[in-house]
């Protein structure tokens, strides 16, 4: 197997970081439109889509949503927070398939970002009430995480290269046909 980075869906795969810090910069409508479309466009157990996307931009706002989880401080220096929403993934009769779609659509919205210049990362909701409460969604439906978008406040951060050894080599990960 070869990792081929000319292939511009592949090369976006891999060069995309976690970007946790960002400029004073709102984003462009245009780039925000695209970014929203991506998640729309992504594919759903039977083509349910059973999410729908909060986005926040006031500062205030996400300032208190930074404190729905220990690793989501993140998003009190974002340009815009994306709520990602869904039934409850725990709920009665739920199907196994919400996060999966819901990480489906969260990547396309990463990857579209990435390729605008647009860095992002997500954020686990930890405190479900404080959610609900600052999110205003039903009783009926659930947050997993936010995601973080900004214009990197180091642009270099975009291409930068990747960490020696960050990732497992794919021998380790990969068998044929059974374990």
Known sequence: MT??????????????RAIRTFAARPLEPEHLDRILRAGRHSGSSKNL????????????????????GPWAGHLAGAAIGVALVTP?????????SILFDLGQAAQNMMLAAWELGIGSVPATVYEQDLARRLLGYPADQHCEYLLSFGYPSDPTALTRPAVAGGRRDIGEMVREERW
Do not use: N, T, Y
Not at 5 to 13: L, Q, S
Not at 50 to 67: K, P, T
């Open 88 to 96: 409850d993934p725990r709920g009665p009769d739920a199907p196994s």
């Open 49 to 68: 889509q059973r999410w729908a996307f909060i986005v926040c931009r006031d500062r205030e706002h996400l300032r208190q949503l930074a404190e729905v």
């Open 3 to 16: 990792d081929d980075h000319r292939d511009p869906v592949f090369g976006a795969i891999a060069a995309k």
